[in-house]
């Protein structure tokens, strides 16, 4: 039976607690087959194939209109004589869109192999001014000889597989203004912006639409659906040439809602002349918001002091708002002694705490994000936030089990730490 190549390529006491208020790939079923002289022998077939090996490399070409590159394919004789091959263009009848004839040339063209030598053969891929922009697929053939499968057209034994990746450069680009997933008190409002920014020669018409959950097929642990009434969008309608537009999504919580994770889906109706039809998920901006209720009766946490402790610090840590506009977190503490007295500790100690990112990893994180068109917004710097963290302390505080109250604002989840300071016994 013959063997082919494959074708597809000080003693202190310490208490620690968190709290939180929320409750296209290249595998293709239509690729050849990797290795159609096992799967012959597998459906029963007893035929035999020419032994030439294939160089097993998937090729991806990425072209633009009146461009073009040629990549080689080195294939052995691995019979006892010599053996003739006419390279030509193999274009599958299913699957992807095929590539068209006229793009592709081969070089040399028919040639007889000596038993155990190889050639190399050069394939130039040259995509017309024309074109249309998307995906083509097809495959250089090396002999005539080819393989069925039930229900399946013919395919070539001899044969290396590539991709064609006609393409232009994006003219339309989204950049996400605000973060990607907010916190939102039941009965307050949120407005995220999303601009787009337009370096193309003509206008692009903008028009986004909102779908939510119940629009789609759910999903096991999916979150809730928004209700539409709580959206408003604020846009214009269309991106003028060489310009920018802004869309503004404001949420209105009402108090009403449940607390948790609600999703939603931005489709701006974008159209880039530049990218393929059907690959729209550059203009889509996810609208995920949590909604959060702030409670009635605080947090308690009760904890022991020894008798001769010096000192009670509690250190309370929350996220810090990452937008301008947003309050940071403020907590009322409130500490219990053991015989019921309440004390209002000093606040001895404020501090922020962030990081800074000098890479523009932050850009990457969106999907959405442009590699060019948006220039003016970008920054050297990128603030990663961080946490707001606020200490409190009461000195000789009496022996016994204590209670610490918090109750917290402006926040959704908090930390908390209870340092006891004991003398040295």
Known sequence: MLLLAPVVG????QSNGFVALDGDSNDDNDALPASPAVQAEENGSDTNYTRLYVEDEYRNLELKPGESETFNVTVENGEDGAVGITP?????????????????TVEPGSTTLEAGAE?????????????????????????????????RPPRPVHAASFSVEVRQDPTVFVLPLTR???????????TRSVRINNTGEQAVPLDPTLQLRDDRRPRPGAESSADRSWFTIDAPSQVPAGGS??????????ESASRGDYDAELDLGLRDPARPDGRDYWQQVHMGFQVWKQPEQPFEKTFDVSEGTESVTVKLSAGDRRDADDEPAKFDVTLVGPN???????RVEAT?????????????????????????????????????ILRYRVDSPEDGEWTLRVMPEDTVRFRYEIVRDEADG
Do not use: C, M
Request: glycine share 12%; proline share 6%.
């Open 88 to 104: 030509g263009l193999f274009v599958p009848k299913v699957g992807d869109r095929p590539v068209e004839k006229g793009w592709v």
């Open 352 to 388: 922020n705490r962030g990081s800074v990112d000098l890479s523009g990893d932050d850009r990457r994180r969106y999907r959405h994000a442009p590699a060019e068109g948006a220039a003016d917004s970008e920054s050297a710097y990128s603030d990663r936030g961080g946490e707001r």
């Open 119 to 151: 050639t190399t053969v050069a394939v130039t891929v040259s995509v017309p001014d024309d074109a249309e922009l998307g995906e083509y697929r097809g495959a250089v053939q090396f002999t005539d000889e080819t393989i069925q499968y039930p229900g």
């Open 10 to 13: 000080a003693a202190s006491v």
């Open 180 to 190: 990607g997933h907010a916190q939102v008190e039941a009965g307050e409002t949120y």
């Open 340 to 346: 019921g007295n309440e004390f209002s500790p000093e």
């Open 245 to 254: 537009a802004t869309v503004d999504v404001t949420v209105a919580v009402p």
